[in-house]
T-cell receptor, first 112, second 111 residues
Framework: RKEVEQDPGPFNVPEGATVAFNCTYSNSASQSFFWYRQDCRKEPKLLMSVYSSGNEDGRFTAQLNRASQYISLLIRDSKLSDSATYLCVVIFHSGGYQKVTFGTGTKLQVIP | DGGITQSPKYLFRKEGQNVTLSCEQNLNHDAMYWYRQDPGQGLRLIYYSQIVNDFQKGDIAEGYSVSREKKESFPLTVTSAQKNPTAFYLC??????????FGSGTRLTVV
C-alpha cells in the first residue's frame, strides 16, 4: 500500500458545483497534514493546513479523519480558476526525524 | 520580498554531461529540499539539508549531488550517472514545518 494515495482524476465539474477530494495515508502516527495546489507547469503552492477540528477558508474546507486515516478537501461554488492539481502532504515527525510524503495529486477541471 | 529562486528555468543537457541547478532563498529558512517531479507522478525527494554543511539522501539520490555551504544556497548537480534526468526539479525551503515554500522549478531535458 502506498504511504499516501490520491485519486488522480481528472474530476470534471461544472462551474458552481461542489467537489470533494480524499487523500488516504498509511502511517497512523502521522501528525501534520496540508493541501497544496499546483497549476500546470508551475510549482506547488500551499493552499491550507488540515486540523483535526476541520478548517475552512472561504469556499475551501479541509478535514481530517484520523480513525479512517484520510484527509479531505471540499470546494464549494467551483470557479474556472480552481482548475489545477491538488496535492496532499502528510508528515510524520519524531524527535529530530521527519518524513514528508506528497500524494501524486488529484486533477480538477472546472468547465464553463 | 522574501522568496526562493531557482535558475535556470529551462536547461538542456547532453548525454554524459554534468549540470548544476541553482536554488537560493532569502527566507532565513534552515531546511532546504530538492524534489523531482515526473509527469503523472508525485514529488520524489532527492536530497535535503536541515542545517548548513549537512545534507541527507532522500528516496532517489543516486546520480545526484548537493552542497550546503551557505544557509541561503542549496545547489543540485545532476551527474552523468543519472540515467534518466529529464524531469521537473523543484527546490523548497521550510522553517519548523509551517509548510514548504517552493521555487518556480527547473525543467531539465536531455538532448
Amino acid at each position: 500500500r502506498k504511504e499516501v494515495e490520491q485519486d488522480p482524476g481528472p474530476f470534471n465539474v461544472p462551474e458552481g458545483a461542489t467537489v470533494a477530494f480524499n487523500c488516504t495515508y498509511s502511517n497512523s502516527a502521522s501528525q501534520s497534514f496540508f493541501w497544496y495546489r499546483q497549476d500546470c507547469r508551475k510549482e506547488p503552492k500551499l493552499l491550507m493546513s488540515v486540523y483535526s477540528s476541520g478548517n475552512e477558508d472561504g469556499r475551501f474546507t479541509a478535514q481530517l479523519n484520523r480513525a479512517s486515516q484520510y484527509i479531505s478537501l471540499l470546494i464549494r461554488d467551483s470557479k474556472l480558476s480552481d482548475s489545477a492539481t491538488y496535492l496532499c502532504v502528510v508528515i510524520f515527525h519524531s524527535g529530530g526525524y521527519q518524513k514528508v510524503t506528497f500524494g501524486t495529486g488529484t486533477k480538477l477541471q472546472v468547465i464553463p | 520580498d522574501g522568496g526562493i529562486t531557482q535558475s535556470p528555468k529551462y536547461l538542456f543537457r547532453k548525454e554524459g554531461q554534468n549540470v548544476t541547478l541553482s536554488c537560493e532563498q532569502n527566507l532565513n529558512h534552515d531546511a532546504m529540499y530538492w524534489y523531482r517531479q515526473d509527469p503523472g507522478q508525485g514529488l520524489r525527494l532527492i536530497y535535503y539539508s536541515q542545517i548548513v554543511n549537512d545534507f541527507q539522501k532522500g528516496d532517489i539520490a543516486e546520480g545526484y549531488s548537493v552542497s550546503r555551504e551557505k544557509k541561503e544556497s542549496f545547489p543540485l548537480t545532476v551527474t552523468s550517472a543519472q540515467k534518466n534526468p529529464t524531469a521537473f526539479y523543484l527546490c523548497a525551503s521550510s522553517s519548523d514545518w509551517a509548510g514548504y515554500t517552493f521555487g518556480s522549478g527547473t525543467r531539465l531535458t536531455v538532448v
